[in-house]
Every structure is written in structure tokens, then in C-alpha cells.
């Protein structure tokens, strides 16, 4: 037998610089627990609990036996591309026209190919810390310079314009904003927006606006920077089906972009993963143009629990934590219990048997808090903050 060399496997020195997103790692260690026979509640990962609303199931289900099993257009098919362009014209309130859309599996290859389609080595992108991990991951991997904009519990995690001002410099050439926000559950009114389009003013710098969790809201409206005059043709909108639908698992996002960004974007989707699948994308038309009303009973149970999540937080010795306003994650401050995020999240974990994650899993920002998922049950949430409660009694002075 001939012998064979055990290689090093030489990556590229790029993916040095690629991050990870710790939801998924923490996911891992929790489910090794539970092969133990450790009970462990999951208030780690940002996913509905609830099943995709059944119009939506069966639209994908006879789109399959109606031969939707090919191939399609790499931005998406066109009549999905318009049932997009309308709900975004009416919610966003700027025509858009179906040309603007690109139809992509899930919303985060929207972040991938809009830093890919953008930013070469040495460009400067403004990113909210803490924030959802892959913005940074991205910037970083493309050779370009993140520059964090801290967000702060005392603004309730909302940008200080200001700073913002600061951080823009010629070679700025995206800001990315998220709003409902991912970790903190903050949101930018109306009124932070403009004074964001006024501080960025007529300078040639595009925005990411991550508007995925755009219809889970619970005080006040959704306001995107889409619909400041002027601002339109600089923003890439990214919104999606995964939150809005419970449909995380389909995987079927898009961007809204001006028609000579929408073309390179489309030709990252042909280089990559051709298009997304059809029958799925029958689905999001069906999403799109039948009955809401499944959405806006699961926003306001995820009021319900947010309340009640919150309201017990604030019982248990060292957290404290503000109500978020959107999306379906609360974020209290843990500094007052004397332990560092990561450490704490992992002794929960293991000690209470409670999956969170560190705040640091969102940037040098989230240090002094933890993020909780209440895509739970109200049962679970209450049984988990008694497991916390039961744990700090024991382990906080
Ligand atoms: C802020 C933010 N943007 C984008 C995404 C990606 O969504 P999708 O699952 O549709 O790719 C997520 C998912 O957690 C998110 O929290």
C-alpha cells in the first residue's frame, strides 16, 4: 500500500477574519446537554416558535405538484419580485418597481453580497455594537474597516447622531442600521431617522437598512430611512420571511436596491447559489397577498411574554432590564450580579440549565449583558426565571 501524506489544509488567510454567529455554537452545546439528559430551556436562538401559517404551507406544498421544481431567475421570479415591490412601495410609502428587487435565500445573503458588491480592502462601514454578528464578520472578511457605533442602554440602545457625525469620514462607504434591533430589541423612530439621513446629508454613502424584524413591533411605527426624500437610491432594504412568517427554515429574503445595484447583486446570486428555491418563493407570494392576520397574533404574543420576561428579570438579584420595543429579544444589564456576559451565559447554561446568549456574542458593546430569546413559550419563560432566580439566590452575594 502506498502511504499517503497527511496534508495541512492551507485556507485562504482571509477566512482568518471571518466571524461566526455564537446563536448556533451555543445551540450545539445546549443539545449535547439535552443527549445527557439534562432539561435545558432554548432562550438562545432568534426564531418564531410557531409554525408557518398553513396558507402559506399549502401554497408551497401545490406549488411543488404544480412543477415549481426548477431552476429560476437569478434575482427571483418575476411575479414574486413584484408582489415584493408593492408590499414595499405601500409599507415603505416610495414606488418601487420589481427591476429594485432581488429575491435571495434568507435575508442575511443580502448583508454577504451587499458588503461583497461594495466595500474593497481599506473601506470604512458604520455598523451598530452591539449588533447582529455578521456585519462585522462581513466587513472584516472583505478587508474593509468596521467602525463601531456603540449603542447604549441610557439612549434605550437607539444611535446617538451625533457620534454617528463623528464616525463618518470620506472613506465611509456604508452605514448599515438595524431597526427593530437585534440583540437589544431597540428601535429608531421617525424622528432618530431623519436626523440619521440629516448627519449622513448628500454625501455618496449607501445604507444597509436590516429591516427584518420590521412587522414585529410594539410601540409606535416602523419607520424605514427608504422613505426620507433623497435617501431611496442610497439604501439597500433588507427584509425578509423569516421573522414576519415564522418561515426561517424556508430560507427566502430580498434586497431593495437601485436597478445598477440590483444587476451585481443578482450575478453574486449566479455565482453562488443560482436562485432560491422556486417553490418556495410561491410560497412568498402567497405570504405577501393573503391573510395578515397570523402576524399580528404573533407580535402580540411576543408582547405578552416580552412583559412578562421582562417583568421578572427585574425581580432577580443583579439584572436589570429596559422593555424593548420590537423584534422578539430582551437584553438586561447584568453588571450589578459582578460577572462577565460570556461567563455568566455559560454557567446558566450549564448550572441552570438556561440557553442564552453573552452580549458579547453582538461585539465589544453588549459586555454587561445577556440576550434572551422569548420565542417560548410563556410557560418556558416563567420556568427559566425561576431556574435564573433559584441560580442567583445560591451564587450572587
Ligand atoms: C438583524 C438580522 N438580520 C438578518 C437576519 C437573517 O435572517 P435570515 O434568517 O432570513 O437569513 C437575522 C437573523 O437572525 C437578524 O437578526
Not at 14 to 38: H, I, P, Y
Not at 133 to 156: F, H, K, Q, T, W
Request: overall charge neutral.
Amino acid at each position: 500500500m502506498p502511504t499517503t501524506t497527511q496534508h495541512e489544509l492551507r485556507l485562504a488567510s482571509r477566512m482568518s477574519r471571518l466571524g461566526t454567529e455564537t446563536a448556533f455554537e451555543v445551540l450545539n452545546r445546549a443539545r449535547a446537554l439535552e443527549k445527557k439528559g439534562r432539561e435545558i430551556i432554548h432562550l438562545e436562538i432568534g426564531e418564531p416558535d410557531f409554525d408557518t401559517p398553513a396558507n402559506i404551507i399549502e401554497a408551497g406544498i401545490d406549488a411543488l405538484y404544480m412543477g415549481w421544481t426548477h431552476y429560476g431567475p437569478a434575482a427571483g421570479l418575476p411575479d414574486l419580485r413584484q408582489a415584493i415591490a408593492d408590499y414595499v412601495s405601500r409599507t415603505r410609502k416610495v414606488p418601487v418597481a420589481s427591476e429594485e428587487v432581488v429575491v435571495v435565500p434568507g435575508g442575511k445573503p443580502i448583508i454577504f453580497f451587499t458588503v461583497l458588491a461594495l466595500i474593497d480592502a481599506g473601506d470604512e462601514v458604520i455598523y451598530p455594537n452591539p449588533g447582529f454578528p455578521i456585519y462585522e464578520s462581513m466587513i472584516n472578511y472583505v478587508g474593509g474597516r468596521a467602525v463601531a457605533i456603540p449603542l447604549r442602554e441610557e439612549r434605550d440602545f437607539s444611535v446617538d447622531v451625533r457620534e454617528l457625525a463623528s464616525l463618518i469620514s470620506d472613506r465611509t462607504k456604508l452605514v448599515i442600521l438595524n431597526s427593530p434591533h437585534n440583540p437589544t430589541g431597540g428601535t429608531l423612530t421617525k424622528n432618530d431617522i431623519l436626523e440619521i439621513a440629516e448627519a449622513i446629508g448628500d454625501r455618496n454613502i449607501l445604507i444597509l437598512s436590516d429591516e427584518i424584524y420590521s412587522r414585529l413591533i410594539f410601540e409606535g411605527e416602523h419607520f424605514s430611512i427608504m422613505s426620507v426624500p433623497g435617501f431611496k437610491e442610497r439604501t439597500i432594504l433588507l427584509d425578509g420571511f423569516s421573522k414576519t412568517y415564522a418561515m426561517t427554515g424556508w430560507r427566502m429574503g430580498y434586497g431593495v436596491m437601485r436597478p445598477d445595484l440590483a444587476v451585481p447583486i443578482a450575478r453574486l446570486m449566479t455565482n453562488s447559489t443560482s436562485c432560491t428555491a422556486s417553490f418556495t418563493q410561491v410560497a412568498g407570494i402567497a405570504a405577501l397577498r393573503g391573510d395578515q392576520s397570523s402576524v399580528n397574533k404573533m407580535c402580540a404574543e411576543f408582547k405578552r411574554r416580552r412583559d412578562a420576561f421582562v417583568a421578572g428579570l427585574n425581580k432577580i438579584k443583579g439584572f436589570s432590564c429596559r422593555t424593548p420595543k420590537g423584534a422578539f429579544y430582551v437584553f438586561p444589564n447584568i453588571t450589578k450580579t459582578g460577572w462577565p456576559s460570556k461567563k455568566l451565559a455559560d454557567t446558566l447554561l450549564d448550572e441552570a440549565g438556561v440557553a442564552c446568549l453573552s452580549g458579547t456574542a453582538f461585539g465589544e458593546y453588549g459586555e454587561g449583558y445577556l440576550r434572551f430569546s422569548v420565542a417560548n413559550s410563556l410557560e418556558n419563560l416563567n420556568t427559566a426565571l425561576t431556574k435564573i432566580e433559584d441560580w442567583a439566590g445560591r451564587n450572587l452575594r
